[in-house]
Structures are given as structure tokens and as C-alpha cells.
């Protein structure tokens, strides 16, 4: 299984190898999508962990056995219609119309509660009007 | 009594602020409810607009002297490398070009985040741009290193010239292949799930005088937000192509070489942009004024989305490798509604031209000329037509012999 967590560690928790031991223990595919540590040495991960069910869910105990908080990673699209010229050129990859053209007027509007985050918009955008937000909280 | 007008009367209405200025979209209504002679009397100019990738721009910069004085050899900005073959610190910065280390299509599709368009973005957006340029050093420029910070503002001279803009319509790009292509004209999924097309149509300067009666070289134009000039027809421009009835070409055809001051241009009508897969380029903002100088050139600007058609081309094979197939044509007014149809099933269009920023355009356009700010210009020379017979070439292939070393006739 596949999944993007988010990891809330404290100081303490930061001095300790956990990517290590998620590889070397219990044989998981780690891809770091994000990482930010402040001064204090707090901060937070997100993670792409995969492997066998197992592995995974021993893995995943292992990391909150340490006191880090894990949390599914929840993710936004966001439309920055400064940035958007209005080409249209996301509309037609809009699965759920969240990014729909207005016929008469021709304009881009995007509706935030039809989108399903598939980020088959982020590809097709050539001014990067739209991008792909993690939902990170402040410093556990 | 047929009407006539000239460019010097219809000035005079624009300088007294009594000229009637309309959009190529607003003439389309007027039109049909006047009829084309009486439109024609009571109009003087119609705008059009259009808001498009357009690869072949670029600016021609002169950055003034270092102390002691270099002849640049190469110069980047921003890390990207404008051409500097030609006066010592003279450069052009081209639209698509990429900084040295872009990691391209190594990783497909590549991203293409910053290249040449961005630079000119972020220069007319008054940014900080790093210059850097090398020489090897001569007895009147003996520098051989520039690093600095410079903005628009700290360079003598810098121009746009677009030796390429404002096609004249273009393909509509669909894909019969079985897997996703990345293209200048965006994403085709496979097995023609889209249909990608690319022009303002019936609000797109060439569409609106299609055999260049009234645009030529020193028409003067809105270009990136200000002012700009027609400086020679565009290069690929091939206007002896099949037109329909209303004189509008059934597929690409002509094209303008602009120019303007880059100084007095705004970032919003020249924007960089990053097609997945394809490259870096600009989006260029360009406007025309169309005099009406009597019914023809009416009849001409009030040309409608739904009687403006372009081929349909296959991305996979048809276009690359330019295999001839005839897939039909489809008309502006279905492409703009989303859908059309091709073999019978159903296709969603993906629009690449901006149609929003044409209509402002085009606005911005009729508020300056109503203002009296911006007077017409006549040609002072017209650009190849319908008549002129121009061929659409190709590179040849031949097999370069011994003598062609180094692009031959030596001197030594």
C-alpha cells in the first residue's frame, strides 16, 4: 500500500533517524515530498510511504512510538486567478467541471467544493496559475 | 452613393473625439442589424484583439557600457542566454529560450519553469534580472566578465521584435495516437480526446482584414500593453492558401513582424508561460485597428466565430512527420462551445488562446482611439497577399561535400 502522511515532530523526536529505520526495519519506500524544520528543531515531514500492508502498518506504529504525530496528508488545489491569463487550456482536464469555462464570457471560474484534487490541472496550466497546496499546521 | 473614407478623415474624427470606434465583436450585431452599408458609413475604426503563445518574440536589449568596456560573447539573464553575435553589448533575449542547466525533456514530460519569455516578463515587470556575460578581450574592450544586478530601467535601449506574431488562424491539434502527447499546443490525450485550438477568430486581427488591405509595414498597433508598430510581414507568412468565401484562410496563413518599445509595454500583456513537455514561451498581447475605408473592409470585419473554419491535424503522426491526411474542418463557434464533432463522436475543445484578454484588448484598444490618443496609420508599404506567389518551403536535403567544411568558402 500507498499513502502521504504528514509527521509533526518535536525537538527531541528530530535527533532520532526515523527515514532510517522505515527503510532499513521495515523495508518501506520513503519519498520525502516535503520538509520543513524551524531553529528549534520542530517541524514537520510528508511523507510517500509504500510497502506490504504489514510493513506498512508496523512502520507507521513505529513512527508514533516515537511521539510523532501522523496525520493523513490533506492537500488543496489553488486557483490564483492574478496569475491565470484565461487561456481555458484546464477547463477540458476538469474531471468534475470544479475549473469551468463561462460560454458567453468565455472566463475560467473555480469551484472549490467540486474539486477532487486529481491535479490533472497542474500539468496543463502554462502561467502555474494553479498549484497544489499541503494542508500543514502550525508547530505541534 | 457608395461610402469612402480616408485615413485622414477618419483622423480628424479621432482627434475632434467624434470617431465611431466598435469591436469586431460589437460590428458583427451592428452589421446585422444595419446592414453592411450602413454600418459601413456610420463606423470609422474597428478594434481586434488576441492573447496567444507566441514563440517567435523576442527583445533586442542594449545594456550600455561596463568600465572598462567588454564585447560580450555570451550574455544570460536570469541564466538565460540571449544572443550576442551581434554589437558589443547589444543583445536579443528570445521568447523560448532555456536557461543552460534546464533539465529539458530528460525527465519526461520536463516542466519548462523559466526560460526567455519569463525574463521579459520580469523585466517589464520592473524585477531585478542578474546579468552575466563573458568576452575574451580586446584592446578597445578589454573586460572579459560582467556579473551584476540590472532592471529595465538601468538598460539604454530595449525593444521588442516578434519576428513572428498574430497567425493568421492556426490548427486545431488533436491526437490519433494511443498515448498522451505534450505539444505547443498543450496536452492531446490519446485516441482524440481533445481537440486543442489556438486563435481569438473573430476577434483576431488577420482574421478581420484578411487579404492585408489596411495592415501592413508602420501600422501602428497595441503591443504588450503600449504601443506598437507592423514591422514586415511575419516569417512563415504564406497568404496564397484556400480561404472560404469571406476571404478568411481555411488554415495558417499570414503573419506579422511586430516592434515596440519594451519600456512602455506592461506585465500583464506579456507573459511567460511553461507548455509540460514542450518548452518555455511568452504570451503576447496585440491589438489592430481596422479602418472602415468603405463596405469591403465592413463586410470583412464583421466575419463571425461560426464562418471562420481551420483543419483539424493529427499531433501523433500527421504534424511531426508531416504526413498529409484530411481530417476536415471545423468552425470557432463550435470549438468555443466545448464540444465538437469528429467521426461522429463527441470531443472536448481545449482553447490555448486567451479569449477574455483578446476582448479587453480590443477594448483597451477602442478606449484609446476614443480618447484621441491613438490615431490610424496608413502602410507605408503592404505586406505579400493572396495574388503574390509566395511557397511554403522546407530544408532541403543535401549531402554537404569536403569543400562544405565548416560551412565552406574558406578564407585563409
Known amino acids: ?140 | 452613393m457608395a461610402v469612402k473614407k480616408s485615413y485622414e478623415e477618419i483622423n480628424e474624427k479621432i482627434k475632434r473625439g467624434e470617431a465611431v470606434v466598435v469591436t469586431a465583436e460589437e460590428v458583427i450585431e451592428i452589421a446585422a442589424e444595419k446592414g453592411y452599408a450602413k454600418a459601413a458609413k456610420e463606423i470609422d475604426v474597428v478594434t481586434t484583439g488576441t492573447f496567444g503563445a507566441m514563440c517567435s518574440s523576442g527583445a533586442f536589449i542594449n545594456f550600455g557600457h561596463s568600465n572598462p568596456r567588454i564585447k560580450m560573447k555570451k550574455v544570460w539573464l536570469n541564466g538565460v542566454e540571449a544572443y550576442s553575435g551581434i554589437a558589443a553589448v547589444d543583445a536579443y533575449i528570445g521568447a523560448a529560450q532555456l536557461p543552460d542547466n534546464d533539465p529539458e525533456n530528460k525527465v519526461f514530460p520536463g516542466r519548462f519553469s523559466y526560460g526567455g519569455g519569463h525574463v521579459i516578463h520580469d523585466l517589464v515587470a520592473r524585477k531585478e534580472i542578474r546579468l552575466e556575460a563573458v568576452g575574451y578581450g580586446t584592446d578597445c574592450y578589454p573586460n572579459q566578465k560582467v556579473d551584476t544586478i540590472i532592471t529595465l530601467d538601468d538598460v539604454n535601449d530595449a525593444f521588442l521584435f516578434n519576428p513572428r506574431n498574430a497567425y493568421q488562424n492556426y490548427n486545431c491539434a488533436i491526437n490519433l495516437g494511443d498515448k498522451v502527447l505534450y505539444t505547443y499546443m498543450g496536452i492531446l490525450k490519446p485516441k482524440v480526446g481533445n481537440a486543442s485550438y489556438s486563435s481569438a477568430g473573430q476577434l483576431s486581427p488577420l482574421m478581420n482584414d484578411p487579404y492585408y488591405r489596411t495592415i501592413g509595414v508602420g501600422t501602428r498597433i497595441f503591443l504588450g500593453g503600449g504601443i506598437g508598430y507592423v514591422a514586415w510581414n511575419g516569417t512563415q507568412h504564406h497568404p496564397n492558401v484556400s480561404r472560404g468565401e469571406n476571404g478568411v484562410p481555411q488554415t495558417g496563413a499570414g503573419t506579422l513582424s511586430l516592434i515596440g518599445d519594451l519600456k512602455q509595454m506592461d506585465p500583464n500583456w506579456l507573459v511567460g508561460l511553461s507548455f509540460i513537455g514542450y518548452g518555455a514561451t511568452m504570451a503576447v498581447g496585440i491589438g489592430i485597428p481596422i479602418p472602415i475605408l468603405d463596405e469591403e473592409m465592413l463586410r470583412y470585419t464583421a466575419v463571425k466565430d461560426e464562418d471562420i473554419f481551420c483543419p483539424l491535424v493529427d499531433y501523433n503522426e500527421g504534424y511531426p512527420y508531416s504526413k498529409p491526411m484530411d481530417l476536415g474542418l471545423v468552425n470557432y463557434k463550435d470549438l468555443k462551445s466545448g464540444k465538437i464533432l469528429f467521426n461522429g463522436k463527441e470531443v472536448v475543445t481545449t482553447s490555448q488562446s486567451s479569449y477574455p484578454r483578446a476582448r479587453r484588448i480590443a477594448e483597451i484598444l477602442k478606449e484609446w482611439i476614443q480618447r484621441g490618443q491613438f490615431e490610424l496609420t496608413r502602410p507605408v508599404a503592404n505586406i505579400p497577399s493572396a495574388d503574390d506567389d509566395i511557397i511554403f518551403k522546407s530544408i532541403p536535403e543535401r549531402k554537404p561535400g569536403v569543400t562544405y567544411f565548416n560551412g565552406g568558402n574558406r578564407r585563409d
Open chain 1, 1 to 140: 500500500m500507498k499513502n502521504k502522511l504528514v509527521c509533526y515532530f518535536s525537538a527531541a523526536q528530530s535527533e532520532q533517524p526515523i527515514i532510517y529505520r522505515l527503510v532499513k526495519n521495515y523495508d518501506l519506500i520513503v519519498n520525502i515530498l516535503k520538509a520543513d524544520i524551524n531553529p528549534q528543531k520542530e517541524g514537520y515531514l510528508v511523507l510517500e510511504l509504500e510497502g506490504d500492508k504489514n510493513s506498512y502498518t508496523e512502520g507507521v506504529a513505529f513512527i508514533k512510538s516515537l511521539g510523532v504525530v501522523v496525520e493523513p496528508l490533506s492537500e488543496t488545489i489553488v486557483w490564483q486567478s492574478e496569475v491565470c491569463i484565461q487561456c481555458g487550456a484546464c477547463a477540458s482536464f476538469c474531471p468534475t467541471e470544479a475549473l469551468n469555462i463561462e460560454r458567453n464570457s468565455m472566463e475560467i471560474s473555480f469551484i472549490d467544493s467540486k474539486c477532487v484534487i486529481c491535479g490533472m490541472c497542474l500539468d496543463c496550466c502554462p502561467t502555474r496559475a494553479i498549484q497544489l497546496h499541503f494542508e500543514i499546521k502550525g508547530a505541534v
